[in-house]
């Protein structure tokens, strides 16, 4: 069972910028896809951005690419996202999310483990 951590969210300025973290329990922290996903409120949750095991590939949903980044830290079993330029839009609960499969991973479905999530909030 793999247990995940988000942290990081907050309240920020549209413009502004939020680093995420997802600390997992497991060992075997490198054998897992990690993803973000978020949901608004009132609305389904959706992809934002996935890493596959390796961290050689990374993935973005069309709406944060180029805004956001995802990255991982084997060594410390962390995911990260940063996110810049926010946009009021960006408002969300966020995800993180671990699959030990290594494809498919913009679906929910692919992913085994889940973490509570982290408020974000951007301000106009």
């Known amino acids: 069972q793999v247990q995940l951590v988000e942290s990081g969210g907050g309240l920020v300025q549209a413009g502004g910028s939020l680093r995420l973290s997802c600390v997992a329990s497991e060992r075997t922290f490198a054998h897992y896809a990690m993803g973000w996903f978020r949901q608004a409120p009132g609305k389904e949750r959706e992809f934002v951005a996935a890493?596959?095991?390796?961290?050689?590939?990374?993935y973005y949903a069309d709406s944060v690419k180029g805004r956001f980044t995802i990255s991982r830290d084997n060594a410390q079993n962390t995911v990260y996202l940063l996110m810049n330029s926010l946009k009021p839009e960006d408002t969300a609960v966020y995800y993180c999310s671990a699959a030990s499969l290594d494809y498919g991973l913009q679906y929910e479905y692919t992913y085994a483990y889940w973490g509570q999530g982290t408020q974000v909030t951007v301000s106009s």
């Open positions: 890493i596959r095991r390796s961290g050689g590939s990374t």
